[in-house]
T-cell receptor, first 111, second 114 residues
């Protein structure tokens, strides 16, 4: 059964550094998403992407964040200058739609 | 904010049916009811969704009341591996925004006990 994959599974970075989180969505899906979950808190929507552009974004997704689909398979989330409060699980999801399928997540730890 | 209300936690004996309730009294006519679960810190896993008819798949059954103000997710024979947080989410199917995001609430923490 096809699934969403994410790399790396765990990323440790220093405050102020740039990080890129990578996702490979399910191949025939059309919509792509990033969500995050701070430890012990709810899953929060960050951004959705369709037809090579952002279709919706939350207040969390500020100028420090960007997304890209550099080729036909990868979907990336870049955080330009990480802050301590960016430490969280980041989940990528894809959709045909309507239901979304989530990847296993990347645990980002900012020190 | 999430438009659903769920009990924060429930227990279920292994092998018995787990019935997880959800209230969505302000649901609109074009909103579907979705259920996801999250096992430990893994990514949310899609379970089932429906509009007004009851739905069943290999994982679960979804019972939606006639007035659509509440629903119940049924896991017919719960196993220890069904221990997870279960999220009930309502979301519209809009022709011009078919890929709208999901809004997750705190969900119900289901513990399946041996």
């Amino acid at each position: 059964e096809p699934e969403v994959t994410q790399t790396p599974s765990h990323q440790v970075t220093q405050m102020g550094q740039e990080v890129i989180l990578r996702c490979v969505p399910i191949s025939n899906h059309l919509y792509f998403y990033w969500y995050r979950q701070i430890l012990g808190q709810k899953v929060e929507f960050l951004v959705s992407f369709y037809n090579n552009e952002i279709s919706e974004k939350s207040e969390i997704f500020d100028d420090q964040f960007s997304v890209e689909r550099p080729d036909g398979s990868n979907f990336t989330l870049k955080i330009r200058s990480t802050k301590l409060e960016d430490s969280a699980m980041y989940f990528c999801a894809s959709s045909r739609p309507p239901e979304q399928y989530f990847g296993p997540g990347t645990r980002l730890t900012v020190t | 904010d999430a438009k659903t209300t769920q009990p924060p936690s429930m227990d279920c004996a292994e092998g018995r049916a787990a019935n997880l309730p959800c209230n969505h009294s302000t649901i609109s006519g074009n909103e579907y009811v979705y259920w996801y679960r999250q096992i430990h810190s893994q990514g949310p896993q899609y379970i089932i969704h429906g509009l007004k008819n009851n739905e069943t798949n290999e994982m679960a059954s979804l019972i939606i009341t006639e007035d659509r103000k509440s629903s119940t997710l049924i896991l017919p024979h719960a196993t220890l591996r069904d221990t997870a947080v279960y999220y009930c989410i309502v979301r519209p199917h809009l022709r011009d925004n078919y890929g709208q995001n999901f809004v997750f609430g705190p969900g119900t923490r289901l513990s399946v006990l041996p």
